[in-house]
């Protein structure tokens, strides 16, 4: 994340319309800090960063809203207490989706393995002892589960 802060400092046109390198780094601090939130409270302040600059980058990149929503639904499902000062970033990341269903959320993207979710999708018969959880369906799942 400092990496990302002197970035920010020196180039905060390219920081704010985004880019795949910042972008990811966001993607996976934000993923992987989220198992730390309950447990760490030194994790909740670079967990709240990275929030920050997807929702910054979301303008641009339209994906960034679904990391978003993704990393709410996994918060849901491990019961996880997101940072106070991180929800605002989660309020245009509504995580009802709108359309039919998982095949219009992308899913191209995994989610990091955590422990308590290792029979998250087994119902499906998804094996995710290697690869982890698709954030399509996590999203899927809870958005079916708000409704």
Avoid at 62 to 86: V, W
Avoid at 111 to 135: K, Y
Wanted: net charge negative.
């Amino acid at each position: 994340m400092v990496q990302l802060g002197t970035f920010e400092k020196h180039f905060p046109q390219e920081m704010a319309r985004g880019f795949g390198g910042a972008f990811f780094i966001c993607y996976v601090v934000s993923f992987t800090l989220l198992g730390n939130l309950n447990r760490e409270p030194s994790s909740r302040g670079p967990f709240t960063e990275a929030c920050r600059h997807l929702f910054i980058m979301s303008r641009n990149i339209p994906f960034g809203t679904d990391i978003l929503k993704g990393i709410r639904a996994l918060s849901l499902q491990l019961q996880i207490d997101l940072p106070e000062e991180s929800l605002p970033y989660f309020k245009e990341a509504h995580l009802i989706v709108q359309s039919a269903g998982v095949e219009d959320v992308p899913i191209s993207y995994v989610i990091p393995q955590h422990s308590e979710m290792a029979d998250l999708m087994s119902d499906d018969g998804t094996d995710t002892t290697h690869v982890g959880v698709e954030l399509g369906k996590i999203i899927a799942r809870w958005s079916a589960m708000s409704l």
